[in-house]
């Protein structure tokens, strides 16, 4: 099974930038959708963006539209959040996650995705 590990987290102040990695180990990456998710202290997990093993345009949550930006690269098994113009408000923690392998149904849905990354902590100041 695919094991997912984040990086890339910090401290940044508000209209700063951060870009998150995901690098997959295991079987081959291009088979699985991926997406990033992140919880804030006390709420659910919530969606940011996901992009399917098909490659094509992203989906995007619709707070990360336009500031937030995913892109992965097969060949070295890892996929990439962009983040620009953060907001006190994207404080969380956020989680790499991939879907069973081929699968792309319900790409903003949590329950779809069966492999979790341990997740990074971002903590943007005002």
């Known amino acids: 099974q695919v094991q997912l590990t984040e990086s890339g987290g910090g401290l940044v102040q508000a209209g700063g930038s951060l870009r998150l990695s995901c690098a997959a180990s295991?079987?081959?990456?291009?088979?699985?959708?991926m997406a990033w998710f992140r919880q804030a202290p006390g709420k659910h997990r919530e969606f940011v963006v996901a992009?399917?093993?098909?490659?094509?345009?992203?989906y995007y949550g619709d707070f990360a539209e336009g500031r937030f930006t995913i892109f992965r690269d097969n060949a070295k098994n890892t996929v990439y959040l962009s983040m620009n113009s953060l907001k006190p408000e994207d404080t969380a923690v956020y989680y790499c996650a991939a879907m069973p392998p081929w699968s792309d149904y319900g790409l903003e849905s949590v329950t779809a995705y069966k492999y979790w990354g341990q997740g990074t902590q971002v903590t943007v100041s005002s």
């Open positions: 992009i399917s093993w098909r490659g094509g345009s992203p």
């Open positions: 295991g079987p081959p990456f291009s088979r699985y959708a």
